[in-house]
């Protein structure tokens, strides 16, 4: 365990800036295109080699200099099942230090399992292991880095994967014999050679950095089929630093199966689905219009108002692109092909058991402003994080009705995805609303001038851990705090 200084960070960030992205770095790679293939857990178990690596990857057809996990862009899809031990052997390849984080799932925050208080220095190995709890829900979960300072750089940067957890919902029999798919959401920004560009502090890095190539599985515009009659099963996972997305279908509804942390009651038919960053969403689509090829579509969505600040120009502020798009964009094709067989929805999928009552309360509030000696921060209860600080001690077993209100001031204003770790919530209300179905959630949009109350249940790991925006450069500017779970 090494923990670094905020001066040595930022030496790293400026050494490693100024040599570019590519060939100086140690482990250099080069991969072929082709993505990874699953990793799947056997007889109880998931033991592999992960290595987070700086190199040229194939990107969208294109040699990007990027960070990889083994070499690939998403990292390679890992698939576990409840009960299973997970261990994975570590290499931080990379110039700078990194670590692993499991968004969403219910293991130990601490030791070595998912703790985001280990640093791995440039060059150095860690063994992580955990296992996965007997009664843990299936769904969509994911793997990224998790250094103070330096996870929106590493997320842009391409580090994040995948990690499916198989449970009930997957042997639903409409939704065993639906056609699957994973769909990784990640945009990016390239000069002329390939290499990242690196944002701007204001206003890019402020607002939350966007990039222009906007990809899915590190593909550009990926054809997927959709039996003719049949059901298509859409895994969604938005590993954007900031990115969000309004997803729409062409003449197809969505109906929503599972959010971030499982499966809701049944199927939610929608038009479209909000994902912010962090957020997971499987939605099934049912071939049921003429055979053909129908757009996914991201349609624009506001995320901040930027007030005087937007008039300043800057590489930001280049019409309709930071600014989330002003303009519907295709992320890729849906086609029809002859399946054969028609599958209806499925009526029933996995019963979400509503949170009861709360034995605690709290509010966080989350802000921004210029802050002494930090420039602009970001921050929770009007601090920064510190990594040495507990802001919220609670009781394992308990559960608590938290308040999430965005204070963005008159000039500015952001949304705020809320995230929490190890342990997942239900929404009670947005904006005095209540949901219009029950849900686990590990991330949830507060948008500008509103608030979220959601309910979490403290269970089983005692243990420090991080409650953060999901907007990363949020996160890396300070709007990240500890939770302690004490027995
Ligand atoms: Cu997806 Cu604290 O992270
Ligand atoms: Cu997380
Ligand atoms: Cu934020």
Redesign the pocket.
């Known amino acids: 365990m090494n923990l670094y200084t905020r001066r040595e960070l930022l030496r790293f960030l400026a050494v490693s800036g100024a040599t570019g992205w590519a060939a100086s770095h140690l482990g250099f790679l080069i991969n072929d295109g082709r993505a990874a293939s699953p990793l799947m857990s056997q007889g109880g178990a998931l033991d592999f080699s992960l290595a987070a690596q700086a190199g040229r990857l194939s990107l969208a057809g294109r040699r990007a200099a990027l960070y990889g996990y083994n070499g690939s862009v998403p990292g390679p899809r890992l698939e576990i099942r409840p009960g299973d031990q997970v261990r994975i052997r570590f290499a931080n390849r990379l110039p700078e230090p990194t670590n692993l984080h499991f968004h969403g799932l219910h293991v130990s925050p601490g030791g070595n399992a998912d703790n985001v208080f280990l640093e791995i220095p440039p060059g150095e190995s860690q063994i992580y292991e955990f296992s996965l709890p007997q009664d843990h829900r299936g769904g969509t979960f994911w793997y990224h880095p998790h250094i103070h300072h330096l996870i929106a750089r590493q997320l842009w940067a391409g580090l994040a994967g995948l990690l499916i957890v198989r449970g009930p919902l997957d042997d639903i029999p409409e939704i065993q014999e639906a056609h699957e798919e994973s769909l990784v959401l990640k945009d990016f920004e390239l000069d002329a050679d390939g290499n990242l560009l690196t944002p701007d502090p204001t206003p890019q890095i402020m607002q939350?950095r966007e990039g222009d190539l906007v990809l899915i599985n590190g593909e550009f515009n990926p054809t997927f089929p959709l039996p003719k009659d049949g059901l298509l099963r859409m895994r969604f996972l938005n590993a954007s630093v900031a990115r969000f997305y309004r997803l729409q279908l062409e003449d197809h509804p969505m109906y929503l199966i599972a959010t971030d942390s499982g499966p809701i009651d049944e199927p939610f038919e929608s038009r479209e689905l909000l994902l912010t960053p962090g957020e997971r969403a499987e939605v099934l689509i049912r071939g049921e219009r003429p055979p053909g090829r129908y757009r996914l579509m991201n349609l624009p969505y506001r995320r901040f108002n930027m007030g005087m600040m937007g008039m300043r120009g800057g590489r930001g502020m280049r019409e309709g692109r930071s600014m989330a798009s002003e303009e519907p964009v295709v992320l890729a094709t849906v086609q029809y092909r002859e399946s054969g067989r028609s599958l209806p929805l499925p009526t029933r999928l996995v019963p979400v058991e509503p949170l009861a009552r709360a034995t605690g309360a709290r509010q966080l509030v989350?802000s921004h402003g210029m802050m002494h000696g930090e420039g602009m921060a970001?921050t929770i209860n009007g601090r920064t994080f510190d990594p040495e600080r507990t802001d919220a001690i609670v009781k394992l077993g308990s559960v608590e009705e938290w308040e999430i209100v965005n204070g963005g001031g008159m000039m500015m204003a952001?949304?705020?995805?809320f995230h929490i770790h190890t342990n997942t919530f239900q929404v009670l209300n947005q904006n005095g609303k209540s949901p219009p179905f029950q849900a686990w959630k590990d991330t949830v949009n507060v948008p500008m001038g509103e608030s979220v109350r959601v309910r979490i249940p403290f269970q089983d790991f005692p243990g420090r851990t991080v409650y953060h925006?999901?907007?990363l450069d949020?996160?890396d500017l300070g709007?990240m705090a500890v939770v302690e779970m004490r027995a």
Do not use: L, V
């Open positions: 939350g989350f970001f952001f949304d705020h995805p925006c999901h907007i949020h996160e709007m």
